[in-house]
Each structure stands twice: as structure tokens, then as C-alpha cells.
């Protein structure tokens, strides 16, 4: 006989139950493609690599017991298949094939007699999949106030900007920020006199720290984004005299910046990149030598995609964020030589929607960030001058009227969400 018998999910809770003698658990981690495996043991089947077989033992007797849990939430993409070795199971015998499919299972099965054979006692997804804490405040650092400054501001999860910290750091403005290591935040690159590579970590309180030796080319308005769940990455901008780059630096979940990778895309300065999909990003916009509406997608592993066909207006000195947990927003920015309030939404798959009408005050080199879990907050800028307005982004992407400038009113500047407390 041949057949297949699906996953078997029972759908029901509890703990896993053990023989009134205990279980052993086998220390070691399986990774290989085939391991056999003994009555009275619990096994971590790790799939990351490779699917697996497990073979059961040739001869059982009531009572006996196996565990089998999936180490690392892979089965769904490489899978367990149980060869009972000649007993049967579920009352199936050994031609029938057995397949567990689902990330998170874990499979408790006895023995029960010859006729049945192997019987799963519970074979459960597990109810509880670890999740990323979404980022709940955010800070707008650094920029020109007519010169370059240093100065923060820290944004509630109200989405309430504070008034001014004093700077830390080396003042500057054309800088990227982003979140990284799901609750902290990264201030990079930018122009004093001249291009640097410096970044500024910011702890889950919001406390900038002291200037990090740079990493990678030295370059100015660039942009920045998280992905991976808790990575981030830099990329593009201005290498010096308008010289445009498409490089990247990945930063790792404890901040460490990563040397730079060659690029992929248009080489431009002037863009904006933002998180979207949970684990990727988007660098989008620009200036080539003339303002581009060209996009970039970034895998959840940091790998940077090929040019995609702009959609919306082309603009520069813009800036993006996330928002409603997956999504994104690009807003504001410069169009041929005017300013504009108009924004375009990314969807959860990447896909940049057409113009949305502005709201709030036209103006440029504006930041933005993530508040609140899942909304955002577009702030500062110049629109004829330096300003500190600022626009909140309800989950659904709405952007909302003029909110009164607190703080140093100043453009050029980064922000980036950090904190998983509200």
C-alpha cells in the first residue's frame, strides 16, 4: 500500500505527557538528514538545512514513548518524515508515508499494540510563536539649524515630541538613522566639513552615546532602514562633490556597522529607505543627477534588490518610515526645484502606491519614524526656512495636519524608533 498521512494537527493544548519511568532528552541537536532514534528519549530535530527522516525502532512495546520537537520552526519549509521500520503507525503500516509539515510542531507519540502501532499523543503547533516587539518611541537627532548641531528630541509613544536634549556627538547634518536589535537605534555617516563614517548608538531609553568609529566609505545623505526583525542597513549617498554611490553597510543586532558591500541599483544620494513586511526594507527616491522615483527592495536577510520602476511623483531630500506594524510611507521632499507635502504608501509586499495629496506644510529634507507600534511621525525640515512642525501618521497611513514646532527648528537631520516600552 502507499498513501500519505498529512500533519495531524490535533488542535488541542497541554503540556507533553511523560512514561511514569521520565524522559530523557538527547542533548545533542539533530541536524542531520536521517537519525534513528530509541524509545523513552525526546529529540530537537533542527531543519534549518535539510529535511529529515527519522526512523523509529524496529520492535516497541506498549507504553513506549518518543518526543520529537522542531528546534528552530523549520519544518514547515524542510520536513520530518517518520519511517516506523516495519510497525505500523496509526494503524498504517510501514509503506504509508508519515510527514510533518508545520513550523513550531512538536510530536509525542506511544506505542500501543501491533495492530495500531505508533500513536501520536499530542502532535501540536506550538500555540505561542515568538513575535519582534514593535518599537513604541522614537528620536529626531542632529541636522543644521543654519549650522550643524547635535541637538535630540524624543517622541513618546503618544507620539508627543519633547523638547531639545542636549547634542552628544560630533554635530552634522545629511546623516541616516535607524532602529536595530528590536528596541535600540543607530545615527550614521552625514556632513560636518566634510563627509564622515562615525555613528552614534542610542540605548532602549534613548540615551545617545559617544561617536563610533566609522566603518565603510565616508559619505553623506544616505539613507537608512531596519530589516531582518533586528538588523539594519545603510546605503547610497553622496561619497563627496556630488559623487553619487549605491554601497551598503549592513549593522548587526548588537549595532557593530559591517564594511561595505558593493552596490546594487542607481548609485544616488538625497533618497529615503524605510522598513516594511516586518523583516525587509526600501530604499526609494532620490537624486541621480535629477530627482528619480526608482526603488530598491531589501530581503530580510540584507540583500539588496535590482532597480524597480518608480511610481509617484520624483522627488529628493524626502524622507520614510513604517508604519501600521508592515507598511511604509515615503512623504515630503523637493520636485524640481519646489517643495512638496505629497507622500506615497508602500504596501506589505513592497509596492509603492501612487500620490497621495499632501498634508501639512510642503517641505524638504524632512525625518521620519516609527512611533506608538504602528504609527509614524514625519518632523522638522526647511520649507523657506528651518522649521520643527511635525505630522503624525495614523496605522492606516493618514497623514494629519501641522502639529506646532517643538524644539530647535533645523533640516537635514536623522530620526528612527527605538524602545519596545511604551
Known sequence: MSGTIGSNIGRHSGSIAVTAAGLSWTTAVVTGSTVTVEAGNGYFINTTSNACTVTLPSSAEAGDQIVLVDYAR???????????????????????????????????????????GWLPLEDDVAADEPYVPLTQRAIFAYGNTGSVTAVSNLVNSSGTVASDVTGVGTAREGLAASGYGVDKAIFGYGYTDANVSMTNL?????????????????????????????????????????????????????????????????????????????????????????????????????????????????????????????????????????????TNLVSNSGVVASDTSGVGTARRLVAAAVYGGDKAIFGFGHDGSATGVTNLVNSSGVVASDVSAVGTARYGLGAAAYSSSA
Open 74 to 116: 523549520t519544518w514547515g519549509t524542510n520536513k520530518i518524515t517518520i519511517d516506523s521500520n516495519g510497525l505500523n503507525y496509526q494503524g498504517d503500516p510501514d509503506t504509508f508515508t508519515v510527514e510533518y509539515t508545520t513550523a513550531g510542531q512538536s510530536l509525542n507519540i506511544v506505542y500501543s499494540d501491533s495492530t495500531k
Open 202 to 342: 542610542v540605548s532602549n531609553v534613548g540615551v545617545i552615546g559617544t561617536d563610533v568609529t566609522g566603518v565603510g566609505t565616508a559619505r553623506a545623505w544616505a539613507a537608512a532602514a531596519a530589516y531582518g526583525g533586528d538588523k539594519a542597513i545603510f546605503g547610497y549617498g553622496d561619497s563627496g562633490s556630488e559623487s553619487a554611490t549605491a554601497i551598503t553597510n549592513l549593522v548587526t543586532n548588537a549595532g557593530v556597522v559591517g564594511s561595505d558591500v558593493s552596490g546594487v541599483g542607481t548609485a544616488r544620494f538625497f533618497l529615503a529607505a524605510a522598513e516594511y513586511g516586518e523583516d525587509k526594507a526600501i530604499f526609494g527616491f532620490g537624486n541621480t543627477g535629477s530627482a528619480t522615483a526608482i526603488t530598491n527592495l531589501v530581503t530580510n536577510a540584507g540583500v539588496v534588490g535590482s532597480d524597480v520602476s518608480g511610481v509617484g511623483t520624483a522627488r529628493d531630500f524626502l524622507g520614510a518610515t513604517g508604519y501600521g506594524e508592515d507598511k511604509a510611507i515615503f512623504g515630503f521632499g523637493r520636485v524640481t526645484g519646489s517643495i512638496t507635502g505629497i
